[in-house]
C-alpha cells in the first residue's frame, strides 16, 4: 500500500532498518537480534520479515504459526514483526521497503552473512528482476548483529537446530529452556507441540521434568550399563574363602553362582573377576577337594560330621543303629545290654555348632541392619528430588 504524498516525503529521508530470519522454531537467540536491530535503528523505523519455507527437517512452524509465537515471545518487538504472505526473500522484503517510500535502508544479520547479503543485494539495486525493483540511495547496508557461538550457554548458544533436536527427542525440559521468560509454561508446551507436529511427530501430552539421580551403585551402573559379567562366566566369590563358581542367574543387582553343587545368591560387591593368578591359586587350593558326589566326598564329608564314627572314639548310637541293621538284626532299645549312651557328639562340637549358628544370625542382622540404611538413605534422596522438582516446576509456571 502506497503511503500519503506528505508521509513520502519524511520517509524518503529516514532510514529504515530491518533483518530477515527463519526462526524455525524462534529461540532467545532471536530475541537478542531484535534488541541489536532496535538499538542500532535508534529512532529510525525498524522491521522483521520472517521466511515462508516449511517442511517436515529444517522448518517445522507454519509462517502463521510462526508470527505469532515470535510476537508472543517478544511482544516489546510485536508491532515490529511484520505480517506479508508476498514476502519471501530478502529481495522482496527490499522491493516492499522501497515501495513504501524508503529510500535508505540498513539490514542487520548474523556476522557469518554479511558479505554475502552485502554482494548479493546490492547486486540487483536499481535493477529490474524477478523480484521487482528498488533503488536505494548509498546502496544497501548491511550491519552484523555480533557472532554467535553455537556451544554457547544461553542465548549466545540457542540455535533453532538444537531446539528442533530437542523436540524430535521429546526433551521438553531443555527446549524450555531455550525460550524467553515472556513464555509460560503453556505457551511452551504449545510451541514444543507446534514443532512436533510440524515435523511429523505424535503430540505431547505428558511433560515431566527430568530428574537426573546419583547413581546408587558405581558397581551397579557399571553391571548394568557395561555388562560386565556374563552367563556360564567363573567368578571368584570373596566371602568364601576363594571358592571359585560359575553364573547360573544374572540378577537386576545380584548373581546367582554355582560350585561343586551348592549355589549362592551374591550381591555385585561379592565377587571378583578372576585374574590368571587367581585362578592357579584356587586350584591349586582345592587341589585335594574330591568331586562333589562321589564316594571319596562321602567319605570326607563323614570326617568332619558329628555322630560319624571316627578313628579313637567309641562307637555311638548310629554306629549301633547301622552295624545292627547290616547284620539283620533290630536296634537294641534302651535299657537293653550293650546300649549306647552317646551320640559321639562331643561338648566342644555342640559348642562351635552354636557358635557358627550365632555368627550367622549377626552376619544375617547387620546385613538387614544396612541394606535399611541405604534404603532410608535412598528414600530420603528421592524424596528431596521429588520436592526440589515441585517447586522447580512452580517456579516455571509463575508468572514474571
Known sequence: MINSFSKYLVEEDRAVYFAFGRMNPPTIGHGKLLDVLAAKAGRNPYKLFLSQSQDS??????YSDKIKFVRKM????????????????????????????????????????????????????????????????????IVSAGQRDPDAEGAD?????????????NNFTSFSQGLPVTMNTKDARAVFNAVRKGMGLKEEKLFKNHIQLDPVSNIRESYIRDNVFELGEEVLLNRKDGVIGTIQYLGANYLVVESKGERWRCWLDDVSKLSPNALVESKSMYANTPDWGTPASTKKAKKVTPGETAEGKKPGLWDNIHARRKKGLPPKKPGEEGYPKTLNIEQNEMDRARDIIAKDKQQASDMISREREKDKIKHDRILDRARRARVLRQNSSAKP
Open 57 to 62: 527437517k529444517d522448518n517445522p512452524l507454519a
Open 74 to 141: 517478544f511482544p516489546k518487538h510485536a508491532r515490529n514483526v511484520m505480517i506479508n504472505k508476498k514476502i519471501r526473500n530478502p529481495f522482496d522484503a527490499l522491493t516492499a521497503l522501497y515501495d513504501e517510500g524508503y529510500r535508505k535502508v540498513v539490514m542487520v544479520a548474523g556476522s557469518d552473512r554479511v558479505t554475502e547479503y552485502d554482494l548479493r543485494l546490492n547486486k540487483y539495486n536499481g535493477k529490474q528482476a524477478g523480484h521487482g525493483f528498488y533503488n536505494f540511495q548509498d546502496s544497501i547496508k
Open 157 to 169: 548458544g540457542a540455535s533453532g537446530t538444537k531446539q528442533r533436536k530437542f523436540a524430535a527427542d
